[in-house]
């Protein structure tokens, strides 16, 4: 059974800290995203890699970072956390080629106070 | 630009009755359609998709979505609607350059009445 997994379901920070969110997938893909889901605007996406130590920006890149050091593993880095990344953080990974399905992780609800 | 509109934020439909939810998708070429549906605490469900062929595309738990070009739509509906259905569906289309990249629509949360 395929799987993407996020290292945290539920997460509380503190604005300024440095904040890393894990993703996990074991299909061998190349392709990892990450979305921010938010009430009204749905998915949009931050980062997204085709590749190890590949990346692009996605639509709302300002205050990320990612890193793609092995091919199973994606994060997300806020370098410095603020009240208007609270969010819900999904990450994906779609098979090569995109007319098939994309799996998503079960997504990391951060809060930042 | 690729987008991807969902008119309607909310929805309440009764038990048993029909359903249907809109989407309107903005693209240069032949889009690669999806809806998704994200029950409250669950990960997102793919529930069907369109990529070529015939336009009336069916799905799981009894959905099917028609793709009309000319009106550059991708509407969900289901005849008869369960309480089990109340989620927040999301419409997305593929972008172009083969990444597996997706442009989601705003989502629309269906509430059911008993």
């Known amino acids: 059974d395929v799987k993407v997994t996020q290292s945290s379901r539920y997460l509380v920070k503190r604005t300024g800290e440095k904040v890393f969110l894990e993703c996990v997938q074991d299909m061998d893909h190349e392709n990892m995203f990450w979305y921010r889901q938010d009430p009204g605007l749905g998915l949009r996406l931050i980062y997204f890699s085709y590749d190890v130590k590949m990346k692009e920006k996605g639509d709302i890149p300002e205050g990320y970072s990612v890193s793609r050091e092995k091919k199973e593993r994606f994060s997300l880095i806020l370098e410095s956390a603020s009240t208007n990344q609270t969010s819900m953080y999904l990450c994906a990974s779609p098979p090569p080629g995109s007319t098939d399905t994309q799996y998503f992780g079960p997504g990391t609800r951060l809060t930042v106070l | 630009a690729q987008s991807v509109t969902q008119p309607d934020i909310h929805i309440t439909v009764s038990e048993g009755a029909s359903l249907e939810l809109r989407c309107n998708y903005s693209y240069g070429a032949t889009p690669y359609l999806f809806w998704y549906v994200q029950s409250p605490g669950q990960g997102l469900q793919l529930l069907l998709k369109?990529?070529?062929?015939?336009?009336l595309v069916q799905g799981i738990k009894g959905f099917e979505a028609e793709f009309k070009r000319s009106q550059s739509s991708f509407n969900l509906r289901k005849p008869s609607v369960h309480w089990s259905d109340a989620a927040e569906y999301f419409c997305?289309?593929?972008?172009?350059?083969?990444?597996?990249?997706?442009?989601f629509g705003q989502g629309t949360t269906l509430q059911v009445k008993p």
């Open positions: 997305a289309v593929g972008a172009p350059g083969n990444t597996g990249k997706l442009i």
């Open positions: 369109y990529f070529s062929g015939d336009t």
